[in-house]
């Protein structure tokens, strides 16, 4: 039986990712969006222009300064599954922390006895990282702004083709809107290097602060409040655990669970899904199915 049908209408939250020189404008931007939860990984968010701001126009805004990748992550995951009245996650700038885990991978690898930067291995390790760290903030229920630098982009060539941004190339295909901020005279502009969203044309440029990208993606679609997810207990993960190991589940159906539930681990699997696997797995025990 196929089980294609019409798509309709999700009531999603808006995926941005902003990137420029410094002084365009991305922080200003970002801090802005309604009740936003700010993730500050370069002490930027806490200077006097931006508190007045906050207070001024967010006033329910916090600020969190990361002191490590780990420490993000952790900070995510509450947000995941406490209930709170955040609206927005923003991660301002990505650049510091991106580059602190290419370095972290080429010392890594190094002790290893490789060479840590030799075709880009530090990069690739790097990689791995963040693609845990957007697997859990794109489950968030929340608007998503991450900032990062700017930088010259080469192909092939040791001459400048165009921009980039100065974190991992498959970013930009993970958000549904890419914006690079200038700043040309006193204007603050942007040219939307990706759109999946209605009202930004892709290629085109556009006045570049809060209010215009409010306008354009909908204000009603930003306010609305988020939903928690349950993660497993730990009791759950040992119980999982031990059922895996009493009838050997194979490596590749945990690797395809995982992949199911777009997690890592089984304790960032959302408890639906997680407890899905656990029946397969009595009914395994029970003679009635296969795993």
Not at 105 to 130: C, H, P, Q, V
Not at 147 to 167: C, F, P, R, W
């Amino acid at each position: 039986m196929l089980r294609g049908k019409k798509p309709e209408y999700a009531d999603t939250k808006l995926r941005l990712f902003i990137y420029g020189e410094y002084g365009t404008g991305k922080t200003t931007t970002a801090i802005q969006f309604p009740d936003a939860y700010i993730m500050d990984l370069e002490n930027g968010a806490i200077k006097e222009k931006y508190i007045d701001l906050l207070n001024d126009q967010n006033p329910n805004a916090v600020v969190y300064c990361p002191h490590s990748y780990d420490d993000l992550i952790d900070e995510i995951k509450k947000l995941l599954t406490l209930e709170h009245s955040f609206k927005s996650l923003v991660i301002d700038p990505l650049s510091w922390l991106y580059m602190h885990l290419k370095d972290q991978a080429e010392i890594f690898l190094s002790k290893n006895g490789k060479d840590g930067s030799e075709y880009g291995k530090n990069t690739a390790r790097a990689d791995k990282f963040m693609y845990r760290l957007f697997q859990l903030i794109f489950r968030l229920d929340m608007n998503v702004i991450v900032t990062a630098q700017v930088k010259n982009k080469y192909e092939g060539t040791m001459i400048s083709t165009g921009l980039t941004y100065d974190v991992s190339k498959k970013f930009g295909n993970i958000f549904d809107l890419v914006l690079r901020s200038e700043l040309r005279g006193d204007q603050h502009v942007a040219y939307i290097d990706k759109s999946r969203e209605k009202g930004f044309t892709q290629g085109q440029m556009m006045p570049f602060n809060f209010q215009e990208i409010e306008s354009r993606y909908g204000k009603e679609l930003l306010q609305r409040l988020p939903k928690a997810i349950q993660f497993p207990s730990t009791e759950e993960l040992e119980e999982f655990s031990r059922l895996c190991q009493l009838i050997q589940v194979p490596d590749a159906q945990i690797e395809k669970w995982l992949g199911e539930g777009r997690c890592e681990n089984f304790d960032e699997m959302e408890i639906s899904l997680f407890k899905k696997c656990v029946d397969k797995i009595k009914s395994k025990i029970k003679g009635e199915a296969n795993v």
